[in-house]
């Protein structure tokens, strides 16, 4: 009997190895895609719109900038995406306001009737930053940013929005400031009390594109790139 016992317990020992090397190996076979590498645009195109709004956005020094007056475009990249970790880096102009949507889809006229987004701001000049829950780096309109350190107007914020198996993250300079989970009771019932009541598909895809706001003002993204998730 101690002979079958011992044989059991080394069982046990060898699957928890086993599982552990599997979930390594997999980690290290994620490999992160480039979506901006400052230089081509070729993984992203205008929001309903086969073409990239050259119009509305160019190349400027290494970012994807806006050009106010132009075309007013989002951009959303070619690619949907389910599970994934995104990393940006983005500045604006004083006042200026932008978004990075996710698990967007095509069903309404507008990016942001239908997905996340965390809130791209100068909170010193433009309205939104007086309130916290669409002040930069919030879950816009929803959830306000925690421990934030929000860097100076002309200077590049790094972002990050990890989404795995419905937890969400937004993460502003290495800090974690805010978590919720997706189509969760508590995101339900923020939602119903917003201005997102009216889009009965809000932040309901389980899969959709990323998307970059252009809202009429300066803003700079740069070093953008995502890892999907596995598992």
Request: aromatic share 12%; glycine share 8%; charged share 25%.
């Amino acid at each position: 009997m101690k002979n079958i016992k011992c044989f059991m317990n080394l069982l046990f020992l060898i699957s928890i190895v086993i599982g552990c090397f599997a979930f390594f190996t997999c980690a290290k076979k994620t490999e992160w895609v480039v979506l901006f590498d400052g230089t081509s645009t070729d993984a992203w195109r205008c929001f309903q719109r086969p073409d990239f709004p050259t119009e509305g956005w160019q190349i400027e020094n290494g970012s994807l900038k806006t050009i106010v007056g132009g075309d007013r475009c989002d951009i959303i990249t070619k690619e949907k995406f389910k599970d994934f970790e995104l990393e940006v880096e983005w500045r604006v102009s004083p006042g200026g306001n932008s978004g990075i949507f996710y698990r967007v889809t095509e069903d309404y006229p507008a990016a942001w009737q239908s997905a996340p987004e965390m809130q791209v701001l100068d909170d010193s000049l433009h309205n939104d930053g007086k309130n916290p829950k669409t002040s930069a780096g919030s879950l816009y309109g929803l959830i306000a940013p925690t421990d934030k350190v929000l860097l100076p107007v002309g200077e590049y914020n790094k972002a990050k929005v990890l989404m795995k198996r419905n937890h969400a993250e937004h993460w502003l300079n290495g800090i974690k400031i805010l978590e919720y989970e997706f189509g969760g009771e508590e995101l339900k019932s923020l939602i119903a009390e917003s201005k997102f009541k009216d889009f009965s598909g809000f932040a309901k895809a389980r899969e959709g594109y990323i998307a970059l706001q252009h809202h009429g003002e300066e803003v700079w993204y740069r070093n953008i790139r995502i890892r999907p998730l596995k598992g």
